[in-house]
């Protein structure tokens, strides 16, 4: 009796049990059908992956039949000690590799080759009320080398790509990794984190604030002395590290493609020809036009320390007058 | 006491509909949501499909882990383009793309036909949750250029 009453009771759950399921069924079918049919739906056309990270059976492309899907990793499985991120992958890459969380090789032949990094953000001036972008060289030669995106996707010169978001949401121009593998561009703050118009920040120190040792040989009262040779090195000094040694190197030991200083024929040779570089650029390289960027005093600066620092030169400054007179022979064409 | 039987074979009989019910929204509700796949996965299907084999999938999450971009889209000649690339067993076994790791020595060989084309029967070509994928009108919808990839699955 006992038992049939155990055995009933057992008879009423399992059937509490399957009212509730089938309602529950029954209500996930009404739920998925009013979002189908609802005309007013919310979110009618969000996309959104509902859960993140799937394992590859059920992440809609592997195919859970096949022998081999069972074995691959699930992305949530090597992810679970990664920082998180917002989109993409849900990961900051970028934070992995700083922390170095991961240690992805920079040669096939030799795991322990360093990359190459270059230091230099550019920053391109936006249109409208959007953040200026910010594009850091640094983040970008940790994974890549110049040769993946200059010349193809980048011309290496400021102001020579015209950037469009338009062309980024196509998978051009930043859009062929932006979107695709590197963080999306719904991302916005990424690239566009320098706000319009930033208030200059005024350093109250006792030492000479690099302005100042700058303005020395920059602006120069009427009838004053010309800067001495020590003024134009420092002031060079400060130039060169703001402005060329991305490229050439801060030791100027140069960098990838780009020639080092150190003993360079350039630097040590004829001062015209390095005048005509430093003022003119070269063409078809990344050797921009400082002349156009910089007075007389600053490229003075500059070519004073270039050509006496790490060993180059005999202690002679290159003045603001040889600047002058050598942009009106260039500017005739001579 | 035979009534009590029937009942049970009813009630068991209402169970296994209920499960079905369940099994089926759960189905509709894996039909309804977007591809799941891991952002960045590119399906390659250049040749598979006409091979008799299924399209790769090639997870770009698990190789950046262990590789800079630029070994093989730099050192390896990896085009920055799904299916952009001509690639086929015949350079994989010659240690060409692919074949540069997928050799046994650095990564398991190119016998493990398994791993790579484990992609879901016919799969065209594409890169998997890419913004372009993701947008609600797709370009091209307008009459403008059509994009480099495929929409449909």
């Known amino acids: 009796m006992a038992k049939s009453l155990e055995r009933s009771l057992l008879a009423r759950l399992a059937s509490a049990g399957a009212i509730v399921s089938v309602i529950g069924a029954g209500l996930g079918i009404a739920v998925l059908a009013q979002a189908q049919d609802n005309p007013n739906a919310f979110n009618r056309l969000l996309k959104r992956s509902v859960t993140p990270n799937a394992a590859p059976p059920q992440d809609g492309i592997h195919d859970p039949t096949n022998p081999g899907t069972g074995v691959l990793?699930?992305?949530?499985?090597?992810?679970?000690?990664?920082?998180?991120?917002?989109?993409?992958?849900?990961?900051?890459?970028?934070?992995?590799?700083?922390?170095?969380?991961?240690?992805?090789?920079?040669?096939?032949?030799?795991?322990?080759?360093?990359?190459?990094?270059?230091?230099?953000?550019?920053v391109m001036e936006v249109k409208g009320t959007m953040p200026d972008v910010v594009y850091p060289h640094k983040q970008h030669t940790e994974w890549l080398d110049c040769a993946n995106c200059h010349t193809e996707l980048f011309i290496p010169q400021r102001g020579k790509n015209q950037l469009s978001m338009a062309a980024i949401l196509l998978g051009e121009q930043c859009g062929v990794c932006h979107g695709k593998v590197a963080f999306p561009v719904s991302d916005?703050?990424?690239?566009?984190?320098?706000?319009?118009?930033?208030?200059?920040?005024?350093?109250?120190?006792?030492?000479?604030?690099?302005?100042?040792?700058?303005?020395?040989?920059?602006?120069?009262?009427?009838?004053?002395?010309?800067?001495?040779?020590?003024?134009?090195?420092?002031?060079?000094?400060?130039?060169?590290?703001?402005?060329?040694?991305?490229?050439?190197?801060?030791?100027?030991?140069?960098?990838?493609?780009?020639?080092?200083?150190?003993?360079?024929?350039?630097?040590?040779?004829?001062?015209?020809?390095?005048?005509?570089?430093?003022?003119?650029?070269?063409?078809?390289?990344?050797?921009?036009?400082?002349g156009e960027e910089f007075g007389d005093g600053e490229i003075a600066a500059i070519m004073t320390f270039e050509r006496n620092a790490w060993g180059n030169g005999d202690g002679e400054s290159v003045t603001a007058e040889q600047i002058a007179e050598a942009r009106t022979r260039l500017a005739s064409g001579e | 006491m035979n009534d009590w039987k029937s009942m049970a074979s009813w009630r068991s009989r209402l169970l296994l509909a209920c499960m079905a019910a369940l099994v089926l929204a759960a189905g509709l509700?894996?039909?309804?949501?977007?591809?799941?796949?891991?952002?960045?996965?590119?399906?390659?299907?250049?040749?598979?499909?006409?091979?008799?084999?299924?399209?790769?999938?090639?997870?770009?999450?698990?190789?950046?882990?262990?590789?800079?971009?630029?070994?093989?889209?730099?050192?390896?000649g990896f085009k920055f383009k799904a299916g952009g690339n001509d690639i086929n067993m015949l350079k994989i076994f010659d240690g060409e793309y692919c074949g540069a790791c997928h050799n046994g020595a650095?990564?398991?060989?190119?016998?493990?036909?398994?791993?790579?084309?484990?992609?879901?029967?016919?799969?065209?070509?594409?890169?998997?949750?890419s913004t372009l994928e993701r947008l609600v009108t797709p370009p091209g919808a307008a009459g403008q250029q059509q994009p480099a990839f495929d929409q449909n699955q």
């Open chain 1, 73 to 122: 990793q699930p992305p949530s499985e090597s992810f679970s000690v990664l920082p998180p991120a917002q989109a993409g992958n849900r990961i900051d890459w970028v934070r992995a590799l700083d922390d170095g969380q991961i240690q992805p090789w920079a040669d096939l032949s030799d795991p322990s080759a360093e990359k190459d990094v270059m230091d230099l953000d550019i």
């Open chain 1, 188 to 290: 916005c703050k990424r690239c566009h984190s320098r706000p319009k118009s930033p208030a200059s920040s005024g350093e109250a120190s006792g030492e000479a604030s690099d302005e100042d040792v700058v303005a020395a040989v920059t602006e120069q009262a009427e009838g004053a002395e010309p800067p001495s040779f020590d003024q134009l090195m420092a002031a060079g000094e400060i130039l060169y590290f703001d402005h060329c040694s991305a490229c050439h190197g801060e030791q100027g030991e140069g960098f990838e493609d780009f020639p080092a200083m150190v003993g360079s024929a350039v630097v040590q040779g004829p001062l015209d020809d390095h005048l005509q570089i430093v003022l003119a650029g070269v063409a078809d390289t990344a050797m921009m036009a400082w």
């Open chain 2, 29 to 76: 509700l894996v039909m309804q949501k977007e591809s799941l796949a891991e952002y960045g996965d590119v399906v390659i299907n250049n040749y598979s499909t006409d091979a008799g084999m299924r399209p790769v999938v090639f997870p770009h999450w698990f190789h950046r882990i262990r590789f800079r971009c630029k070994v093989c889209h730099g050192d390896l």
């Open chain 2, 106 to 129: 650095i990564a398991w060989g190119v016998e493990n036909c398994t791993l790579c084309h484990a992609g879901q029967p016919g799969m065209k070509t594409r890169v998997h949750n």
